[in-house]
């Protein structure tokens, strides 16, 4: 039997490796487990986008600082933006037209920052 799963097809051992779980889901009855599980993912992944975010601004805060002050106000309030539509939808959800506008706020937000950023690294007319 052993052998049986190792000879098998990658992609069709992770199938029925998910279909174990789905099943034993099921039949210990544990989607209340999973819902917790689910919860505590999407607060997790949040939290690692907001550290990556802090990490990446300690790095970089120095030179932000000699930014000129409509530059730096259109730079952290493109990532405050983004921060507050991220965790908007990590707490409620979206679907819809609101993911639409979630979308196109955290682009336009984005654009926002990559607009100052390129404002200061433009060496020239």
Same mark, same amino acid.
């Given at each position: !039997? %052993? %052998?049986?799963?190792?000879? !098998? ?8 490796? =998910? ?11 544990? @989607?209340?487990? +999973? ?5 505590? /993912? %999407? ?18 805060? #120095?030179? =932000? ?6 530059? %730096? $106000?259109?730079?952290?309030? #493109?990532?405050?933006? =983004? $921060?507050?539509? +991220? ?6 959800? /979206?679907?819809?037209?609101? /993911?639409?506008?979630?979308? /196109?706020? =955290?682009? +336009? ?15 020239? @007319?």
């Amino acid at each position: !039997m %052993r %052998r049986f799963f190792a000879d !098998m097809n990658p992609t069709l051992r992770g199938f029925l490796a =998910i279909a174990a779980v789905a099943l034993l889901v099921m039949v210990l009855n544990l @989607y209340v487990a +999973l819902a917790s599980l689910f919860v505590i /993912a %999407r607060i997790a992944f949040f939290l690692a986008i907001a550290f990556f975010l802090y990490l990446f601004w300690r790095d970089r805060k #120095g030179m =932000i600082e000699t930014w000129p002050g409509h530059a %730096r $106000l259109a730079f952290y309030g #493109g990532a405050l933006v =983004i $921060l507050a539509a +991220l965790a908007l939808y990590f707490t409620i959800g /979206a679907s819809g037209l609101e /993911a639409l506008a979630l979308l /196109a706020s =955290i682009g +336009l937000a984005g654009f926002a920052m990559w607009r100052a950023w390129k404002s200061q690294h433009t060496y020239g @007319y």
